[in-house]
């Protein structure tokens, strides 16, 4: 019996958490709208603040381009287990890092699902 050759194991991730905060802008008036444009900038920036706040360490607050979830914006997402929230406001910012990052749950209310598809095309 031949053994099989060693696997190299990956190292452990830098960061436990990821989030990246869709900081797209479309022209005005365009009709799928953007986050920038709904305040993903400044809620991003917040969400910074916070996670220092609070001591959250190994989580990374990012920018992102276009997340495709514009309808809906302005969006996030959590990686590694890619769960996509839409926040409005402060209190939601808060509401999701308290949940998700400091409990390991989730804001159910504040999350996209595959149920939030985008209106048809007109």
Same mark, same amino acid.
């Given at each position: 019996?031949?053994?099989? /050759? ?14 990246? $905060? ?14 920038? !444009? ?6 991003? #920036? ?21 997340? #495709? ?5 302005? !969006? ?32 159910? #209310? ?6 939030? $598809? /985008?209106?048809?095309?007109?």
């Amino acid at each position: 019996m031949t053994e099989a /050759p060693e696997t190299p194991q990956d190292p452990p991730p830098y960061f436990r958490a990821h989030v990246f $905060v869709c900081c797209n802008r479309r022209p005005d008036g365009h009709r799928r709208g953007s986050c920038a !444009a709904r305040g993903s900038e400044a809620l991003r #920036d917040y969400m910074k603040v916070r996670t220092k706040e609070l001591g959250l360490k190994g989580v990374r607050v990012n920018q992102s381009g276009c997340l #495709d979830r514009c309808e809906f914006g302005p !969006a996030l997402v959590i990686y590694p287990e890619g769960v996509w929230y839409s926040p409005k406001t402060r209190e939601d910012v808060d509401a999701i890092l308290q949940a998700h990052l400091v409990e390991g749950g989730r804001a159910p #209310d504040l999350m996209l699902t595959e149920r939030d $598809v /985008p209106p048809p095309k007109a």
